[in-house]
């Protein structure tokens, strides 16, 4: 992608001067005012008040500073607000559940598949029920490229147990499945995008002890909607989820419940109480209130 240009005037300038300061890089050129790097792109300002953004993520980055000129060069790509550009996507399920585990997936489409998962008109995901995400998953799952990691709630609560949090735990997830689904597609592939649930800067702090970490990463908020990857990652997702919660419902040999309501609580209850506490570990988050509830329910036992 060629460098995006923009002009900004001296107020704007001055700006971006303060906002870039902890992201200078040395610069021995009299006709700049700084040179700066960002996650994802390069920033070169001009004393003129010429602008260079360029890098994985120059779109976004001048999109702070010139919402206009930015809305004229996405047009060519976004088309009924849908980015049609191959790119990879990643989502997840479960982490809102006490019970059942958090499943990750990362997609990869080419532009074809873009066109073929905007004509399934799978609408508002919030609205789906699970038979619908069922259809829609076995309609896709063999098309597109994608990897998948489930995490049991066992190796969830031993993370929990070792210090992190479940931000922390997301991030190296989500590194995860990126990292393995760029490897499956064997090719350069310029936008990769998460749904963002914590700054950038926290993100890749939770990543700064892995080995290889996807660093060329977009965030944005509700990227389903413009992001066929995201939207099919969400589907896999979920169908993985499901599967899972199946295979529960008849090892346990009990109804089970989503969620984090008052209901679950008695559903986990039963369960301690049928195969003891200790099955908790296997079959629930225990960082989550629900287990104080659920402990207190035994004791009335």
């Known amino acids: 992608m060629e460098p995006i240009i923009i002009q900004v005037d001296n ?14 890089v040395p610069n021995d050129d009299a006709t700049l005012l700084f040179q700066a790097h960002a996650i994802g792109c390069d920033i070169i300002a001009k004393m003129d008040g010429t602008i260079e953004i360029s890098g994985q993520n120059a779109l976004r980055e001048a999109e702070h500073w010139s919402k206009k000129i930015i809305k004229e060069l996405t047009h060519p790509t976004v088309v009924d607000d849908v980015y049609n550009v191959h790119h990879i996507g ?40 699970n038979q619908d995400v069922i259809k829609y998953a076995k309609l896709i799952k063999d098309r597109l490229v994608y990897s998948l990691l489930i995490l049991d709630n066992s190796h969830y609560n031993k993370m929990i147990s070792d210090g992190l949090n479940q931000a922390n735990i997301k991030a190296r997830l989500f590194n995860q499945v990126t990292v393995n689904v760029m490897q499956k597609v064997k090719q350069n592939v310029e936008v990769k995008v998460i749904n963002q649930f914590v700054s950038p800067k926290t993100y890749f702090n939770y990543l700064k002890n892995e080995v290889i970490v996807v660093k060329d990463l977009m965030f944005e908020a509700n990227a389903e909607q413009k992001y066929m990857a995201i939207l099919a990652a969400e589907i896999l997702s979920r169908y993985a989820y499901l599967q899972y919660y199946a295979n529960m419902t008849k090892s346990l040999k009990m109804n089970l419940c989503r969620g984090t309501s008052t209901a679950v609580d008695t559903v986990a209850a039963k369960i301690a109480a049928k195969y003891g506490e200790k099955m908790l570990t296997k079959v629930a988050k225990l960082n989550f209130t629900n287990t104080k509830r659920v402990k207190a329910l035994l004791e009335d036992l």
């Open 90 to 129: 990643s989502a997840e399920t479960g982490t809102s559940d006490y019970l059942g585990p958090i499943c990750f997936v990362s997609c990869y489409v080419t532009q074809d598949d873009i066109q073929y998962i905007k004509s399934l008109e799978i609408g508002d995901l919030s609205t789906l029920e």
């Open 11 to 24: 107020s704007t300038l001055e700006k971006m001067k303060k906002f870039y300061d902890s992201q200078m």
